[in-house]
């Protein structure tokens, strides 16, 4: 009995250190009602990196990076701001356009001093381009990229469902919440 005993914990041992990355696809709505697919590097311990945040495009962009920078910070990241980077490159005469490529990104990253960066966008669907009482969706992607390596550490997507159609402050909240109740839980 007891040789079985320790190969099943021997067993398990093996099968939770070969667990895949934590990802969500169930398309169930989670905290705040969004639908997350996300999934994060494994043995990536996301709090201990000092993050760059580079891109965010959409609407309510600004309001995004502050929700964004906000979330890494409750869970210990040191965050620093795409205004402070680009401070910090303009010695280099290196600027981040509003659009900003992987690449160049990563380079600014590097320059920056920081592990990794956060790239981001919102998109809108529904109300924006049709009935403004339509049902509308408000889709959050998002990746954090290691500036050493390019590889990507976290990737995934938020959709928050607003069926009544009026796109406020709220939905885009609570859809960036539940993106990284995701990635740190």
Same mark, same amino acid.
């Given at each position: ?6 190969? =099943? @914990?021997?067993?398990? #041992?093996?099968?939770?250190? #070969? ?5 969500? @696809?169930? *398309? ?6 969004? %639908?997350?697919?996300? +999934? ?13 945040? %580079? ?9 995004? $990076?502050?929700? /964004? ?6 869970? *210990? #990241?040191? &965050? ?8 910090? =490159?303009? $010695? ?7 659009? &900003?490529? $992987? ?7 590097? =320059? ?6 956060? +790239? *981001?966008? %919102? ?15 408000? %889709?959050?992607?998002?990746?954090? /990229? ?20 009026? /796109? ?18």
């Amino acid at each position: 009995m007891k040789p079985k005993f320790i190969f =099943l @914990t021997i067993v398990a #041992c093996i099968l939770v250190n #070969c667990a895949p990355a934590r990802m969500t @696809t169930d *398309g169930v709505a989670h905290l705040n009602g969004s %639908i997350t697919d996300i +999934i994060v590097k494994p043995n990536v311990v996301i709090p201990s990196l000092k993050i760059g945040i %580079i891109s965010i495009t959409g609407p309510n962009s600004e309001l995004a $990076e502050s929700k /964004i920078t906000m979330n890494f910070m409750r869970h *210990g #990241c040191q &965050v620093v701001e795409r205004s402070q980077i680009n401070s910090i =490159l303009k $010695e280099q005469a290196f600027q981040l356009s509003g659009l &900003v490529d $992987e690449e160049n990104a990563i380079k600014a990253g590097k =320059l920056a001093g920081v592990n990794a960066i956060f +790239i *981001g966008a %919102i998109n809108l669907s529904g109300a924006v381009f049709g009935d403004p009482k339509a049902p509308s969706d408000l %889709i959050f992607t998002g990746r954090l /990229i290691d500036v050493n390596s390019g590889e990507i550490i976290v990737i995934g997507s938020a959709k928050f469902h607003n069926k009544f159609g009026i /796109i406020t402050n709220k939905p885009i909240d609570y859809t960036i919440d539940d993106y990284f109740t995701v990635v740190f839980r």
